[in-house]
């Protein structure tokens, strides 16, 4: 029952997004890109999945932290 309660809930675009910054912000070690893979194996989930679940600003991040960790070529910002 606690499963498909758990599925249910993945569906709430905002609940999700919320969680993954949650997650982020407890645990000092973790990285948008672990948040949301510990997310998809706490919930038995495929993490291409959750794709359009992910807010903009949390793809950003996302997109920040690959980059950190070398997975993207560095982009160039804007000093603002």
């Given at each position: ?60 991040r ?19």
């Amino acid at each position: 029952m606690n499963k498909k309660k758990n599925m249910l809930n993945i569906n709430d675009r905002a609940a999700f997004n919320e969680r993954i910054t949650y997650l982020v912000n407890v645990s000092k070690n973790m990285n948008y890109l672990d948040a949301i893979l510990c997310y998809c194996e706490e919930n038995n989930l495929e993490a291409e999945t959750i794709k359009s679940l992910l807010s903009a600003e949390n793809k950003e991040r996302l997109r920040d932290d690959a980059e950190k960790l070398n997975f993207f070529p560095k982009t160039s910002k804007l000093p603002i």
